[in-house]
């Protein structure tokens, strides 16, 4: 695997769910893939989950983390080409990516979007070039425009939880103070489409996302109607896409707090489990009641943060053996 | 060992003392108790020694340290429970707490007093709820009323250096520009009572400690007297630990300098050895001379912290044993 | 090796660079020497190559690295002796200092120029107090007035690439917007003088270096003249360093684009190599066409800096044996 970008780059599903199985099993059984191996974790944005689960799933496979924070440990990076680099950016991406690349095996990159350029960032610009110039294998640690990482360990969960084949999957946005980026959703919608469940996406008006994650799912913009009969509900904030206009990209469009996920939604679920990415906003993206319940799986979603990291990274390994 | 917090944790101090000389004489005896193990250190404050120590303990007995600032590297957590996120926490510790265990064997968490609530600070919020929905050992790495391995690395260092059974031992406030909390002294007192020592207490009036941790300690405001035939000084500041007025809770009472440990106060003691935490301000906490005098033991002090988290450490790990 | 900090610390020249090509070839082939073993990298200043060819090189002899960043992982550290540390000071490095190399078996030091007090600055104080205070062996990883792990680096890609015996070698100085330190042309200079190279230096008027780094090399101010027939140049910028006028070191004396390094210059070189430490300042030190050109070096230089570190951290541990 060169780089671990899109559901593609995973092939089959049902392949990379039971080595998911496997590895939850026997996390260690791998460590002599990763003997003299380093994987570089640079992170342009914050990060918890994402930090943590890719420093244990490589420390499991016997390999050694070195963690970068840019605009904090290093200083700030030009991604711009051509440009007289007289301001307050002192080194261009086009060195930093190859001599990151030649202190470690593989890369993670965490880089969020701008929301301010569509184009810009549905280019992946900034993911794309450590693609292009570093020649070592990078991971999507979340970059502008999807988190693969995220979306894999939600299938695993869905993977464990689901009480039937072919389950209803519904992806809903939900209220948040700031501006988000559509990564989440993206990738959520991306691997749903490929594995064998129901999905139905459901937001207000102008959140449509991009064309190319929507696949074949049902978009309804009525919330119950979405609701009823889940088995499992994923609710996640972001800012408009930027479809049909994109002047209105990265914009909040609406605060309304009616979509909350609460008991009146879940009611009309087959008794939805409940799932979120985290970091999630208490009392904005869903309720106490319904976070706390036992069908809520937010800890068991995050734990398999590092399943789906060690797979990952383990195959990435697996291409790099002599 | 659950949790490493109180004194109590401990166990029979003797049996911990020889340990922790065991663990000095042989460092890398036990690193196969570490092995595929990992602690995770959470920082919300700043940290020099516990952070250094604390990673060298867990390297010393195989085990893989994850370091994470909390607000640096991470955004802020929320705290209180039933508000609604609008504000500029994104995360709440009810989700932080059980993600970041689920990436970890042992937990490790620094959170300072606030010192604004006494009440809050006092029934030690943050720390609580890490022993409650983390599930895993959880070791103070001074929260907001203990630091215990600080206490335990002093126990030590007193352990190594008294020339006779049942040393007096005086911990003593010194002045400071800014406002602290009682962590250190709090868990110095606590740790002294009930190790095999006679104990006294100096501070200005209104500096006086919770009584929980003051226990059986003499307490004398005149510093001279307190100093007569001591064989060890342990100096620090503290802020205004508010036992009988809660609305003086963390107030610099006093600046007063003749409070200053030099050699004027050192002379009337036993050749007493100097000690203190760390980190220090020169010639406000002490002058250069007592700092810098052969019986100064901030250094071997500094050195035994390592000691203390080893052997905490290693007695978690020795449950976690299959 | 006590100390890493002088070309003189790497003795012959000949042997560092064979056996810089054994542990380039085989770079895990002393992990043995690092068993049990840590080095602690402490940067007061951010750091990019730095940190992690360091960490890289520590790792691949099995050593396991600690990062600490002053100021942002710990508090401020006050330098100078005798104040009464009443400000935003916590500590001092007289304590730190000995604490820090209490953890560890070999530091790591980066602590940057100030630039406004040539004679402190000149004295590499903080270094120098690392060296005095820890009883550690001391690498600068770029301190006041010396970058040896880039020197030496640089002089391995030299010995690489050149085609034939005593390359002329030149150093150029080039314009950036902001004041920068000596310390990379005076390590260059330092070690080219050491080398078989034939060294010019080349910068207008005012930017004289240090008398004891510029040793035997010519010095030339016309710039054009100095790259006839050269087989490297070397850019870099740095700020004045005040040999003649101390009240003007640290200044910029000229921001002259005309000493922006382009084809221009490269056409009446012997096809010279491109080289610079980077960060670098596209189309301010350099054009984007002479830095994207088959003959610049920047990055096999900075993957060298592995090399380098790696030399010298082992040189350090085959000390450290009993």
New interface residues.
Partial sequence: MKSFFHVSDIGDLSAALQEAAEVKRT??AWKALGE?K?I?LV?FN????T???S??AA??LGM?P?V??IG????KL?TE???????DK???L???I???A???DIIGVRSFAGLTDRAYDYAETVLRQFIEYGGKPVISLESATVHPCQAFADLITIEEYRRGPRPKVVLTWAPH?RSLPQAVPNSFAEWMNAADVELVITHPEGYELDPAFVGNARVEYDQMKAFEGADFIYAKNWSCPGVTDPSQYGRVLSQDRSWTVGTRQMAVTNDAFFMHC???????IVT?EV??APTSL??PE??NR?VAAQVVMKRMLEDLQP
């Avoid at 914050?46 to 989950?49: H, T, W």
């Avoid at 904090?72 to 200083?75: G, I, N, P």
Wanted: net charge negative.
């Fill in positions: 996390p260690f003299n380093t570089m992170f914050s990060s918890l989950r930090r943590l689960s420093q244990k420390l499991n050694s070195i970068l924070n904090q440990d290093s200083w030009e080409m051509g440009v007289v680099m007289d301001g002192s080194e261009h086009r060195e930093a190859p001599v990151m030649g202190y470690c103070p985290l970091p999630v906003r208490r009392n904005m106490d976070i706390d937010v800890i995050a734990a590092t």
